[in-house]
């Protein structure tokens, strides 16, 4: 166990919808990061946020956003979905120096319709 | 900009031989390196990371990995291979440099260990 929590597991919803991931980081730790993981595109990074700071952007679309909130737990939006849109969303956290290592959440899978 | 790449989707080995799987990097800093397994239906786990020092890093579950600055690349090795050591398996770069917290993966090998 990672000691970091994602809810929930699985989601199924439909194009043009909006959805709420949520993670609770490892106990202790003050960075968040969302990773988006499809079989086309690997393992992509979105943003990263400490202790409630955004601190990296990466290839994060318009229609997604996160927040970290004061007690460190993190949700991300995903809005007006597309099929493409399709994947296993995952949340790691660290102590947030570049040599620190992720401690990953076990993922949510979101499936548009 | 930083970059990952690993050029093999797929390594096939048998049960007991010597495993290799390929990580070459690109940073513009000291490069922090790192390899993650991932199994099926679970997320990524941590099992070794080159911060500075010794280029031969020891990590879990016997895996060991080659610092070659030279060549910028960071392989991830086995002695003997076991089936359960079936698996994803990603590479992993960030840097020192200044505003660098990014963790860049490459796309993932698939171990396939054959009894």
């Known amino acids: ?113 | 900009a930083q970059s990952v790449a690993q050029p093999e989707d797929q390594v096939n080995v048998a049960e007991g031989n010597p495993l290799t799987v390929k990580c070459t990097y690109s940073v513009s800093g000291n490069p922090y390196l790192f390899w993650y397994v991932q199994y099926p239906n679970r997320g990524l786990q941590f099992l070794l990371k080159y911060i500075t020092g010794d280029n031969l890093v020891k990590g879990s579950y016997g895996f060991e990995a080659e610092f070659n600055k030279s060549q910028t690349s960071f392989h991830l090795k086995k002695p003997s291979a076991l089936v359960s050591d079936s698996a994803l398996y990603f590479c992993a770069v960030s840097y020192s440099g200044a505003g660098s917290y990014q963790l860049t993966f490459g796309k993932g090998t698939k171990l396939s260990v054959i009894p």
């Open chain 1, 1 to 113: 166990d990672s000691g970091v929590t994602q809810t929930p597991k699985h989601l199924i919803t439909a194009t043009g919808q909006r959805v709420t991931l949520r993670c609770s980081p490892r106990s202790g730790d003050l960075s968040v990061y969302w990773y988006q993981q499809s079989l086309d595109q690997g393992l992509q990074f979105l943003i990263q946020y400490y202790n409630g700071e955004e601190r990296a952007k990466g290839n994060i679309l318009e229609r997604f956003s996160a927040q970290q909130f004061p007690d460190l737990h993190s949700e991300l939006n995903l809005s007006s979905l597309e099929l493409g849109d399709s994947a296993l969303y995952f949340c790691a956290s660290s102590g947030g120096r570049p040599e620190s290592k992720l401690f990953f959440g076990s993922g949510t899978q979101l499936s548009v319709l």
